[in-house]
C-alpha cells in the first residue's frame, strides 16, 4: 500500500476525536473546561465595511468629533444608564477571577466611562469601590444576593442564560472556593459548586413580569433592569423578555465564555453571535419595540472592528468578558511583576497545556494569575498594572470603532447602519442578512 | 402604638411600598394593609422593625428580601413569599403556591396550611416552618438553615441538599437525588422544638425525621452519579 494513504486521518475519528474517546474510556467523565467555543463559526470577520468614496462623505479619520456617548435602560428606569462608550465589561464572577482582577476591571471600566457588571457569589466592596457603573446581577444560584447591595448597583442584570451555555448552569470549582468565597456564597469551603440552571422563584415568562416589578419596587423604579439570553431561540427570547418588561435585552453569542462547564455544551449549544444581533433586531421591529428597548450584544467581541460591525447591525452596546481577561494577561506566556517579564510557560505545560492554548480557567491554577483564588497566583495580576492593560485596550478598541465610523461618514458610532456592510461569506450573508459581496443578493430573501 | 391603615382599593402598590421604604430603619411601628386582593409584591423590600397585617389573600413575592419586619398575610399567598428574606418574620395564615421561602438568607416563615412545591428551593439560611404539607422538589438545593414540615412532603424531598437540614412529621413520598433520612439526635429535637415553638405548633419532636444530604455531589467525579436513568 501506498505509506501516505496508510496514513490519511479519518475525517469522522480525526486525532481530536480519537483523544476524546480515549480519555472518555479511561475517566469516565466528561470534560469541563472555561472560555469559549474553540470551533470556527461565521463571524463578523466575515463581514466588511462599505466606507465611503464617490456616494457617501467621510469625516477626517482622526480628528473630527465622533460621538460614543450610550444610554441604555431608557424604557422604564428613573435613572437610566449613561456611558461615555457602547462597550461594557461583562458580568464575571469573584470566584471565577481574582478580587485583584474585579479591581482592576472596576478601575479601567470606571477611567473609560463604562460599566462593569458583578457575577455569580455577589458583589465585593471592592469592585463596588472601584466601579463607577456597576450592573448587579441577578442569578440562578442567587449566590450572595441581598437587597442591600442590589439598592448599591447602578442597574440590574437577570441572567437567564449565557451563551456558552444556554440552558445550562454553571459550576465553581473546590481549588477556587476559598475561604472568602465560599462565606459569600453560604457554602463549605473547598467542595465543587454548582450554580442552578434556573432561577429558584420564577420559570417563565409570566412570573418573570411579576419578579420583574418585584425588583423595580424594591429599588423604587430607579435601575434600568437588563434581560441577559443565551443566544438559541433569539427571536421568542427576546420578544418574551420584553414582554416580561426588561429595559434591556442582553444577547450572548455561543463564542461568549465562561469560567467552567462542560464542554459539549461549550461547542454543541447556543448560535454563533453574527446571526444573534440580526434575530434580536428582527425580533424588537416585529414589535415596535426597537430602539424603545436597547440591546447589548457578546460572545467573542474581540477589536474595535468587531464593536462597529455590532452597532451597525443594530446593537446599542456590546459586553466584552474573555477579550478582558486576555487584555490582563491571560494565555500570556509570562506575567509582569515591577517591569520585569517572568516566563510561566512550563507552569502552562504543568496543566497539560501551553500560552495561546490554555481553557484551564476551571482548575483556579492560573498561571498569570487571572482565573485564580490562590494568593501566590493572584499577586501576579497587579492590580495597578492591570487598570493600565485593559484602560489601554479599551481606548484602542474605542479608537478602531470611531475611526471606521467616521469612514462610513457617521459623526456618532451610533449612526452606523447595516448598508455600511457586505459580507465576504455565504454563510454570513444568510446569518446576517446581508448582500453578499459584489453582488446584490440576500441568501433567503425573496425565497432565492 | 399608632395602627397605621393602608389601603389597596385607594391606594397603589407602588405608594404603599415607597411609603415603607421611607420610613426610619428603626421605626417599630404597626400597620395595616386592606384590601389586598390578590395583589403582587405587597411589602417588598422592606427594611425596618415594624409589624404589617396584610388582611386578605395576596398574590407573587409577598414580603419579598424582608429585613427586620414582621409581617402576617391574613388569607393565601402566590409564589414565591418571602423570597431572598434575610431577617424578620413572615406569617402566611393560610397556604401558600410555589417556591415559598425561596434563596432565604435569614429569618422566619412560617405557613399555617400547605405550601407547594420547591418550598425552601436555595435556601441559604432562613428557616421555614410549614404546618401543613409540601410539594415536590421541597428544599431543592438548599445550602443552609432548617426546613420543618408538620405535614407531608411530596416526591422529591431535598433533592441535591447542601447543609440545609429538613424535619418532616408525616410521610415522606419520595426523596431526591442525594439526600437521605438521618437519626435524629439530640440536637434535633433540640432544633424542632425550637422551631415548633417559634412558629406557636403544638407537636412532639419525637414525631419528626430528619433529612439531610448524603454528599456525594461535593466534589464533582464520575462516582458521584450525576446522572438517573429511571
Known amino acids: ?448 | 402604638m399608632e395602627n397605621i391603615d393602608l389601603d389597596l382599593n385607594t391606594q397603589s402598590v407602588r405608594e404603599i411600598n415607597q411609603f415603607f421604604h421611607n420610613l426610619n430603619s428603626s421605626d417599630k411601628r404597626e400597620f395595616e394593609i386592606l384590601h389586598p386582593n390578590g395583589a403582587h409584591n405587597i411589602a417588598v423590600g422592606l427594611d425596618a422593625p415594624i409589624t404589617v397585617h396584610i388582611r386578605g389573600h395576596a398574590g407573587y413575592f409577598i414580603a419579598g428580601m424582608n429585613k427586620q419586619a414582621e409581617i402576617t398575610i391574613h388569607g393565601n399567598v402566590g409564589w414565591s413569599v418571602g423570597e431572598n428574606m434575610m431577617s424578620g418574620v413572615i406569617r402566611v395564615n393560610g397556604f401558600a403556591s410555589e417556591c415559598a421561602g425561596s434563596s432565604g438568607h435569614g429569618g422566619l416563615l412560617i405557613i399555617d396550611g400547605d405550601a407547594s412545591s420547591r418550598c425552601g428551593i436555595s435556601m441559604k439560611g432562613s428557616s421555614i416552618v410549614v404546618g401543613g404539607n409540601v410539594g415536590h422538589m421541597s428544599a431543592f438545593m438548599a445550602q443552609a438553615g432548617y426546613l420543618l414540615i408538620c405535614g407531608d412532603a411530596d416526591h422529591g424531598l431535598g433533592d441535591s441538599l447542601y447543609e440545609a437540614i429538613i424535619y418532616v412529621r408525616g410521610k415522606i413520598h419520595g426523596l431526591g437525588t442525594d439526600a437521605r433520612e438521618e437519626q435524629m439526635e439530640e440536637p434535633d429535637y433540640n432544633k424542632v422544638s425550637e422551631l415548633l415553638d417559634m412558629a406557636k405548633f403544638n407537636y412532639d419532636p419525637k414525631e419528626f425525621k430528619r433529612v439531610a444530604s448524603a454528599k456525594t455531589f461535593y466534589h464533582w467525579s464520575p462516582n458521584s452519579k450525576q446522572f438517573s436513568v429511571l
Not at chain 1, 457617501?56 to 444610554?71: F, I
Not at chain 1, 449566590?143 to 448597583?153: C, H, I, M, S, V
Not at chain 1, 491554577?365 to 482565573?371: D, E, Y
Open chain 1, 1 to 448: 500500500m501506498n505509506p501516505d494513504q496508510s496514513r490519511e486521518e479519518n475525517f469522522s475519528f480525526n486525532s481530536k476525536i480519537l483523544n476524546y474517546i480515549y480519555q472518555a474510556a479511561e475517566t469516565g467523565v466528561y470534560d469541563i473546561r472555561g472560555l469559549g467555543a474553540k470551533r470556527h463559526v461565521p463571524t463578523f470577520d466575515d463581514l466588511v465595511f462599505l466606507t465611503a468614496s464617490m456616494s457617501r462623505y467621510p469625516l477626517e479619520g482622526y480628528r473630527e468629533k465622533c460621538k460614543t456617548k450610550t444610554v441604555l435602560g431608557t424604557r422604564h428606569a428613573k435613572k437610566p444608564i449613561e456611558l461615555d462608550i457602547p462597550i461594557t465589561i461583562a458580568g464575571m464572577s469573584f470566584g471565577a477571577l481574582s478580587a485583584n482582577v474585579k479591581e482592576a476591571i472596576g478601575r479601567a471600566a470606571t477611567e473609560m466611562g463604562t460599566s462593569t457588571t458583578t457575577g455569580d457569589g455577589g458583589m465585593t466592596q471592592e469592585e463596588r469601590q472601584s466601579s463607577k457603573t456597576l450592573v448587579y446581577q441577578v442569578l440562578p444560584s442567587r449566590y450572595g444576593f441581598n437587597p442591600d447591595d442590589l439598592r448599591k448597583a447602578d442597574a440590574i442584570e437577570i441572567v437567564v442564560g449565557q451563551g456558552a451555555k444556554p440552558g445550562g448552569g454553571g459550576m465553581l470549582l473546590g481549588l477556587k472556593v476559598g475561604k472568602r468565597v465560599a462565606e459569600m456564597r453560604t457554602l463549605p469551603e473547598g467542595i465543587d459548586q454548582r450554580s442552578a440552571c434556573r432561577h429558584p422563584d420564577w420559570t417563565g415568562p409570566d412570573d418573570l413580569t411579576i419578579k420583574i416589578l418585584e425588583l423595580r419596587e424594591i429599588t423604587d423604579w430607579k435601575l434600568p433592569i437588563y434581560v441577559k439570553i443565551g443566544a438559541t431561540r433569539v427571536k421568542d427570547d427576546v420578544k418574551l423578555a420584553v414582554k416580561s418588561g426588561a429595559d434591556v435585552v442582553v444577547i450572548d453569542g455561543m463564542q461568549g465564555g465562561t469560567a467552567a462547564t462542560q464542554e459539549t455544551f461549550i461547542e454543541h449549544t447556543g448560535i454563533p453571535t453574527l446571526p444573534a444581533i440580526r434575530l434580536a433586531v428582527d425580533a424588537l421591529q416585529e414589535i415596535d419595540m426597537y430602539g424603545k428597548v436597547q440591546l447589548i450584544l457578546s460572545g467573542g467581541i474581540r477589536t474595535g472592528a468587531d464593536v462597529a460591525k455590532a452597532l451597525a447591525l443594530g446593537a446599542d452596546a456590546v459586553s466584552l468578558g474573555q477579550a478582558v481577561l486576555m487584555a490582563l494577561g491571560c494565555n500570556s506566556p509570562h506575567y509582569v511583576i515591577e517591569n520585569d517579564n517572568v516566563d510561566v510557560t512550563s507552569e502552562y505545560h504543568t496543566l497539560g497545556t501551553t500560552p495561546g492554548y490554555c481553557h484551564h480557567c476551571h482548575t483556579g491554577r492560573c498561571p498569570v494569575g487571572v482565573t485564580t483564588q490562590l494568593p501566590d497566583l493572584e499577586k501576579r495580576m497587579h492590580p495597578e498594572w492591570g487598570t493600565r492593560r485593559l484602560k489601554n485596550y479599551l481606548q484602542t478598541i474605542t479608537m478602531e470603532m470611531t475611526t471606521l465610523a467616521r469612514a462610513c461618514g457617521n459623526s456618532n458610532v451610533h449612526h452606523l447602519e447595516r448598508e455600511d456592510l457586505v459580507a465576504l461569506t455565504l454563510e454570513a450573508a444568510a446569518m446576517a442578512k446581508l448582500p453578499l459581496a459584489g453582488t446584490d443578493w440576500i441568501p433567503g430573501e425573496k425565497g432565492i
